[in-house]
């Protein structure tokens, strides 16, 4: 029976426990007290875009929603460039910030300036959950196969490791990622707000390839980056430190495995589809194979002949 109460105990033992690390300067602002809200909001999010969305959407047809997406990506482009240099201006970019790019540690006063940052990685946390957006426009549209596992986890576990940040120690190295993703995000989010304003601007689109690679890079950077407090003791918490390195690696693994399956396929494919062979000799004529529209015609003494 002992065994039995230690067990129930444990998990109370252990909410007392994290809520006796909180951050003092934040544990009374919205979000940042109880676990229990942010949880209900990133599980209500998963429920949806993964099983009740579907559901509701299976006899409907698509909302046209394409001129909302445009704005929202909109919104998002300046919302994100201006964490990245706003932020920034506390924290890395010169001559304001005054944080080291090699290791810094986080500072619990409650100085003006620094209650001022914490502020703005609140509303970054803000930011992070109106992103779910992304995918609910995909289960409006039914987009459906848009929604992939990298797609949910991706958006569930940033928003979750802001608040992680925000909740035990706003600041310091713990300002990095965001302060690196806002730049990337601003880039992403000119890419999709392009892409919504229909097929007349794919052929200024050619770079998502590359905009993949620069997801990727930024974990690489955020991986050694919270690696340096492993080594170099600037009074940063190493929990901190391997919690990054965890979320950098999981999402730099789920990314690469989905460029590999989607560009490496798409290059496969493109070009199986442009092979053409001239002066092929069949019975003494020559042939001209090409695929159309993923149909193969022969052509052979100027008759076209089409293969199902």
Same mark, same amino acid.
């Given at each position: 029976?002992?065994?039995?109460?230690?067990? +129930?105990?444990?998990?109370?033992?252990?909410?007392?426990?994290?809520?006796?690390?909180?951050? #003092?300067?934040?544990?009374?602002? #919205?979000?940042? $007290?109880?676990?229990?809200?942010?949880?209900?909001?990133?599980?209500?999010?998963?429920?949806?875009?993964?099983?009740? &969305?579907?559901?509701?959407? =299976?006899?409907? *047809?698509?909302?046209?929603?394409?001129?909302?997406?445009?704005? !929202?990506?909109?919104?998002?482009?300046?919302?994100?460039?201006?964490?990245?240099?706003? $932020?920034?201006?506390?924290?890395?970019?010169? #001559?304001? &910030?005054?944080?080291?790019?090699?290791?810094?540690?986080?500072?619990?006063?409650?100085?003006?300036?620094?209650?001022?940052?914490?502020?703005?990685?609140?509303?970054?946390?803000?930011?992070?959950?109106?992103?779910?957006?992304?995918?609910?426009?995909?289960?409006?549209?039914?987009?459906?196969?848009?929604?992939?596992?990298?797609?949910?986890?991706?958006?569930? /576990?940033?928003?979750?490791?802001?608040?992680?940040?925000?909740?035990?120690?706003? @600041?310091?190295?713990?300002?990095?990622?965001?302060?690196?993703?806002?730049?990337?995000?601003?880039?992403?989010?000119?890419?999709?707000?392009?892409?919504?304003? @229909?097929?007349?601007?794919?052929? !200024? /689109?050619?770079? =998502?390839? !590359?905009?993949?690679?620069?997801?990727?890079?930024?974990?690489?950077?955020?991986?050694?980056?919270?690696?340096?407090?492993?080594?170099?003791?600037? &009074?940063?918490?190493?929990?901190?430190?391997?919690?990054?390195?965890?979320?950098?690696? /999981?999402?730099?693994?789920?990314?690469?495995?989905?460029?590999?399956?989607?560009?490496?396929?798409?290059?496969?494919?493109?070009?199986?589809?442009?092979?053409?062979? +001239?002066?092929?000799?069949?019975? &003494?004529?020559?042939?001209?194979?090409?695929?159309?529209?993923?149909?193969?015609?022969?052509? =052979?003494?100027?008759?076209?002949?089409?293969? *199902?």
């Amino acid at each position: 029976m002992e065994y039995v109460a230690q067990a +129930f105990r444990a998990p109370f033992e252990f909410y007392s426990w994290m809520m006796s690390k909180s951050d #003092p300067r934040t544990i009374n602002w #919205p979000l940042c $007290g109880s676990p229990f809200p942010i949880l209900s909001i990133i599980i209500s999010y998963v429920y949806f875009v993964k099983v009740l &969305g579907p559901q509701w959407m =299976k006899n409907k *047809e698509p909302f046209k929603i394409e001129k909302i997406i445009a704005a !929202y990506n909109i919104l998002m482009v300046i919302f994100s460039a201006w964490f990245f240099i706003h $932020g920034g201006s506390y924290s890395y970019i010169a #001559p304001w &910030g005054k944080f080291s790019w090699i290791c810094e540690p986080i500072n619990y006063s409650t100085e003006p300036e620094v209650i001022d940052m914490i502020t703005i990685g609140w509303w970054y946390l803000m930011l992070k959950i109106a992103e779910f957006a992304d995918t609910i426009f995909f289960v409006l549209r039914k987009k459906f196969t848009h929604i992939s596992a990298l797609h949910v986890i991706h958006h569930s /576990l940033v928003a979750w490791g802001v608040w992680i940040g925000m909740k035990f120690g706003a @600041g310091g190295n713990n300002a990095f990622f965001p302060f690196i993703n806002c730049f990337v995000h601003t880039i992403m989010y000119s890419y999709y707000c392009l892409a919504a304003m @229909g097929p007349g601007m794919r052929k !200024y /689109l050619w770079w =998502k390839k !590359y905009l993949t690679i620069l997801q990727m890079v930024q974990f690489v950077v955020a991986f050694a980056h919270s690696m340096i407090p492993l080594f170099y003791d600037c &009074g940063y918490q190493k929990g901190f430190a391997y919690a990054i390195m965890f979320h950098a690696f /999981l999402f730099m693994a789920m990314f690469m495995n989905f460029y590999r399956h989607t560009y490496n396929k798409e290059k496969a494919l493109k070009s199986s589809s442009q092979v053409e062979t +001239f002066a092929l000799k069949s019975n &003494g004529h020559s042939v001209v194979q090409k695929e159309q529209n993923g149909e193969v015609h022969h052509r =052979k003494n100027g008759t076209a002949t089409k293969v *199902e």
